[in-house]
């Protein structure tokens, strides 16, 4: 017996994770439930985080979880509970896949899509890292660690192998963002060295995009970064028949979270109509990874017979719709059966334990070559650049450019930039002989007396690499 702590949720969600709960029992699965609370309940009884300590015992005690969505608060006030379990748990792999089903019809029926989406699920944008820079200027941070890149590149690689699979493309935005998207690029072409038996490539994450609408049969395992894969996800699951088929996996090495792509849907909730699939191939996901193979065959065999027979909830619109309970019950009754779409021979994923001693790199070298200070003034480029120009003197350092949202604005270049009260001023030390930390504070301090700063970055050369970016437009 296997233990798994379950969480009905929120909206929608304890209809469908009731009726996984029934059909993975009903499959001969071998689990022990052990109930839990989290999301809006929570929320309303003034746990702000959405996830109360009895549940955080329970998952680390069991550390496997099948869980129904979460209602999140949007834009203000308390942080997402399903991103709190994510982190929490250092669940770092969001595993995705779809596949064309029996008797849901879409655009892209007859093709064979069966692809994973595999994306980094910590890191990112999803950090949350956001600061108001300015009244009217905000910020986020875009975190990404080369031990995040490494361990998911691993993961998708690993994954691959495990479900006989041949190749994988990492799908960024490193041509714009060549440190943080492209140090997954760079990452996952080192990894994929040990798989020489999986055929890997690099694909721009806009054209990923527009291949997964044009000629999605073309992948078989798609990694990315968390944003992307937060959108490419969504995507893949449309062209298979939407948010009520796709399943998904968050996957660390203390804790597997198994829950639905899709999230309350608070318009269906009570009303017995929503399609409860997505959770239930949820649950195949998690008989797999518990090892009970046979049990995850049976039942993901049962629902590609259910749907094959055109039972269906109201989100596919073929014959007259069933609710979610009877769905459930046709499902159950055809247990045992085998339909005519194939399941995958399926092996156990062996997640990447990479430590943070092994994905730290080292530099030969490390030079303090200068400082972005980003400031806060409504005055013309042209002002700025003068102003601070002219507080530099006697520093070891020169101004080199002013920069509005990463592109140069001083010295001019003729261009017509608009501008916001958001500026960034590069220094550049000209005096090596006489640096020192203390030379950065004499620096804020003289910024200080004329603008008000309100963050600094300091700029290296890493193995006589610049460890940071040029502006648009910076020579
Ligand atoms: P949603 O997935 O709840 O709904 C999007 C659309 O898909 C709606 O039209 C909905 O009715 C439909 N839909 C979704 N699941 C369905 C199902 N099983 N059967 C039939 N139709 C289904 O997305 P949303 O409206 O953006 O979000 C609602 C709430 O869920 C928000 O509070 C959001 O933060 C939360 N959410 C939670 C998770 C999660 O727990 N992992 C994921 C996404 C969104």
Redesign the pocket.
């Known amino acids: 017996m296997a233990r798994v702590t379950v969480i009905g ?5 304890p209809e ?1 994770v009731a009726a996984a709960v029934r059909l993975v029992d009903a499959a001969g699965g071998q689990v022990e439930w052990e109930w839990a609370e989290a ?1 809006g309940a929570v929320f309303e009884k003034g746990v702000a985080s959405g996830v109360p300590a009895e549940t955080i015992a329970s998952i680390i005690s069991t550390g496997v979880v099948l ?8 834009g203000f006030g308390e942080k ?3 991103v709190t379990l994510r982190k929490l748990f250092e669940t770092f792999a969001n595993v995705r896949p779809v596949r064309e089903l029996p008797g849901v019809p879409t655009p892209y029926s007859g093709r064979g899509i069966d692809l994973v989406v595999v994306r980094e699920n910590v890191e990112d944008l999803y950090a949350g890292i956001e600061h108001m820079q300015t009244p009217d200027v905000a910020q986020c941070l875009k975190l990404i660690s080369r031990l995040g890149c490494a361990r998911i590149a691993r993961t998708a690689l690993e994954l691959a192998v495990a479900e006989g699979r041949g190749r994988v493309a990492v799908a960024t935005k490193s041509n714009i963002m060549k440190l943080t998207e492209g140090m997954l690029q760079r990452e996952f072409l080192a990894a994929a060295q040990d798989y020489p038996q999986i055929e890997t490539s690099h694909i721009i994450v806009d054209n990923a995009a527009h291949q997964l609408v044009k000629a999605p049969e073309q992948f078989e395992v798609i990694v990315t970064t968390n944003m992307n894969g937060d959108i490419l996800s969504d995507l893949t699951s449309a062209l298979v028949g ?3 088929f796709a399943p ?1 996996a968050n996957l660390g090495t203390s804790a597997a979270i198994f ?10 909730a009570g009303r017995d ?7 239930v191939f949820s649950a195949v996901l998690m008989l797999r990874h518990l090892g009970q193979f046979d049990a995850g065959r049976r039942l993901e065999q049962a629902v590609f017979a259910t749907l094959a027979d055109d039972v269906h ?3 596919v619109k073929t014959r007259p719709p069933v609710g979610t309970s009877e769905f459930t019950d046709a499902v159950e009754a055809r247990l045992g059966r085998t339909s005519l779409t194939p399941s995958r021979d399926y092996q156990r994923l062996v997640l990447p334990d990479i430590t943070r001693e092994e994905a730290r790199t080292e530099p030969g070298s490390r030079q303090k070559v200068g400082v972005d200070v980003f400031i806060e003034s409504t005055d013309d480029p042209a002002r700025v650049g003068e102003k601070l120009e002219a507080l530099t003197r006697g520093t070891v350092y020169s101004l080199k450019m002013v920069s509005n949202r990463g592109t140069v604005v001083w010295p001019a270049t003729g261009a017509a930039t608009g501008c916001v009260d958001h500026f960034r001023a590069r220094f550049v030390v000209t005096d090596f002989s006489r640096w020192t930390q203390e030379s950065i504070l004499e620096l804020l301090r003289a910024v200080a007396g004329t603008y008000r700063w309100m963050h600094v970055e300091k700029l290296e050369t890493l193995d006589g690499e610049p460890s940071y970016t040029r502006a648009q437009g910076e020579n």
């Open positions: 949720g929120d909206g929608i969600g469908v999301g869980k129904g969505p979460l209602g999140t608060p949007v997402s509970a399903n939407g948010l009520g998904s829950e639905a792509v899709h999230g309350s849907a608070p318009k269906y109509v929503a399609n409860p699939t997505a959770l909830t109201q989100d």
